[in-house]
């Protein structure tokens, strides 16, 4: 089933919707929001750019964690990852896609010092709330 932006699907105690999504690269390119059982709402980004309709995503659904891409597909950067968490403002910002996260780490302290970060290690749980 090819999953496009406005769509919902449910998977077990899961709800999964697909969102808008700037990738230009994807033949349907989509972002996620994933609310669990116990209502805990996760924006995941793919691989989007920042765009305009991000900020309202943010408002609307009130996510708990936000997943910022900072590389791994065309224009990604620690930067349009910054704009994201910017953009969605979530309780956590979690980047993803990299080796290194440090500099998305600094240029969210630095100019969203509001946004708290959490960087995740392998093999590390981690457990919100």
Not at 21 to 47: C, Q, R, W
Request: proline letters at 8%; a negative charge.
């Amino acid at each position: 089933k090819v999953v496009q932006a406005d769509m919902e699907v449910v998977a077990d105690d899961l709800l999964i919707e697909a969102l808008p999504s700037n990738h230009p690269a994807a033949a349907t390119p989509v972002t996620y929001m994933i609310t669990l059982e116990n209502g805990v709402k996760i924006f995941h980004a793919s691989d989007s750019l920042p765009f305009p309709a991000m900020e309202r995503i943010g408002m609307n659904e009130k996510p708990d964690i936000a997943l910022c891409a900072v590389s791994g597909g065309p224009g990604l950067t620690s930067r349009t990852g910054a704009e994201i968490a910017k953009l969605i403002k979530a309780k956590v910002a979690i980047p993803y896609h990299g080796n290194s996260f440090s500099d998305f780490v600094e240029i969210v302290k630095r100019e969203y010092p509001e946004q708290k970060v959490v960087t995740l290690k392998k093999m590390v749980p981690f457990v919100y709330g």
